[in-house]
């Protein structure tokens, strides 16, 4: 489906204009269902990304630093008004850019856009300091200060999505943001930031620039003038982030892969598990970094479980994302489907028994098909690796112990999930899991007023939720001496 992507559109936007690169250079997007090209976008390189934390600077003491806590809520509020006056555009431009479903996107992208910018801008004026009585001679109290600049650094799996859980809080908290969405999804980050403009929040507040990890995100971690670098992403980025924000020793978030386990005992409703461990890999293409790669089902049951998942992985709509009844769009890019095979033939290469899928679907674009792998061991790559597609490993389990010991046995600790009836069994696990969510007879669900991020390769930090607005804000201790 054409779709007609201004040149403005795929401009940068710096201070509240739109701009191309310094340079003169764009890169191509491609739609991942076609494999045609869909817009030439402005490569920002580091004198853009210079441009656009100078700008960020500037705003900071300006109007916005200005303005009452008040108005800076009210402004958000507009902005998500816009957003969802906008919301069919927004949702075809996300869609056709990632190969997401319609369907998904305005089911769940969407309101969690405007739950996130809503529930942020309702913040803006109760970011509260405190009195603290600390002395009889001296008024003694705290402030919280905006953190400054922010770099925020996206990846393309929730390009809207993500974008937004950096960005509400930091405005709210009355930070600036300068906004490098990933190279594949650049094009709903440019709308948002033009809709940032028309809600009247002004120039340099929000920037965006798209362009290349390596260049863009790179210059935008190593500026002395980022106070903070809120990152979403693979481990590997992760950790070049975190020795670049050491020049300026500027705070930084991290929130990156996962490889987290659903663990299946045989008192739970199986026919409500297998179908929340078939979407919770599934969903999104398996591009999800809290997907339920790892099914761990005890052995008495894994045959039902492997029954039920390899019945609903058969049944899903695959296909033209456009389509209100695509179930599953392909994966982002033809490196994504080359390196997901390449994990297909190393399960089979590593004795995992391959069920369903494992391979390509579809004549055209980066479809792969919904795969389930049985006799996975906990050791074998396929369930040590993230490998961001759909593909399920299904491990099994004799008794409590293995299983707990499988599910905490990666490096990862972002999400986790328990299925059963047993209520001390259950709370042993809550427990016992190593994971910043853990999910009792559900698998996924997340709510921007729950705090979500993990330890370990999973990254440290926490978005959503009011302790997210930490992120955002330096507490200031102040001392009035007015003697005793
Ligand atoms: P990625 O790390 O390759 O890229 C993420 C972003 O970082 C992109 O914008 C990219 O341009 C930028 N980047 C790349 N190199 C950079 C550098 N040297 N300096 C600064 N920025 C740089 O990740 P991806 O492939 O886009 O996304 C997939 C990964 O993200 C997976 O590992 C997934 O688990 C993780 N993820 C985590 C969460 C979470 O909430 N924990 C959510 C979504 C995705």
Redo the contacts with the bound molecule.
Sequence with gaps: MPYDISTTRADLIIHGERVPARSGRSFETLNPATEQPLAQVAEAGVEDVNDAVASAREALTGDWGRMRAADRGQILLRFADLIRRDQDELIELESLDSGKPVSTIRRQDMPAVLDTLTYYAGFADKINGQVIPARQDALTYTVREPVGVVGA??????PMM?GMWKIAPALACGCTVVL?????TPLTALKLGELALEAGIPAGVLNVVPG???VA??A??DHPDVDKVT????????R??LQ?SAGNLKRVTL????KSANVIFPDADIETAAKAAASGIFFNSGQ???AGSRIVVHNSIREQVVERLVARAEKIRTGDPSDGDTQMGPVVSEKQMGRILDYIRIGEEEGARLVTGGARAMERGYFVAPTVFDDVRPEMRISQE?I?GPVASVIGFDDEDEALAIANGTSFS?AAGIWTNDMRRMHRFLRDLKAGTVWANTFGPTDVRLP???TRD??FGR?HGEIALENFTEPKSIWIAHGA
Excluded: M
């Design positions: 650094i996206v990846p393309w799996n929730f993500i490098k969405p990933a190279e594949l290349f990890g390596a995100g790179q935008l971690v990152f979403t992403g693979s481990p590997g980025v992760g070049q982030i670049g929130e990156l892969g996962g999800v970094c809290s993230e961001f972002l979500w991020g993990g999973s990254g978005e």
